[in-house]
């Protein structure tokens, strides 16, 4: 069983930067990609960040140039650098990840438990 834990998030002040972690575990043959969504009361959840396992990078417009993400593929490992941060980016961020599972051959879709960021004065 694959599983993601994820650390980081809490409250920040409009402006400033915080940073969200995650990390893959079990019986993983292939990582995929790795990213992050996010999500708001009432709305559908939202690409925020993804990178590929060959460090492709695809950004939400929203976050372009304010947000940064990257991976440690050698132990499944996906970081998400959030600068200049608004208060619209406030929302539960899910970490997530397409993963190919040892005894398995085509790829599974495996989710966080959801971070919490707010961004506030």
């Known amino acids: 069983q694959v599983r993601l834990v994820e650390s980081g998030g809490g409250l920040v002040q409009p402006g400033g930067s915080s940073a969200l972690s995650c990390a893959a575990s079990?019986?993983?043959?292939?990582?995929?990609?790795m990213g992050w969504y996010r999500q708001t009361p009432g709305k559908q959840r939202e690409l925020v960040a993804k990178i590929t396992s060959g460090e492709t990078t695809t950004y939400a417009d929203s976050v372009k140039g304010r947000f940064s993400i990257s991976t440690f593929n050698i132990d499944n490992r996906v970081f998400l650098q959030m600068n200049s941060l608004k208060p619209e980016d406030t929302a539960v961020y899910y970490c997530f990840a397409s993963v190919r599972a040892q005894g398995s051959i085509n790829p599974s879709d495996v989710w966080g438990q959801g971070t919490q960021v707010t961004v506030s004065s």
């Open positions: 079990g019986n993983i043959v292939y990582v995929y990609w």
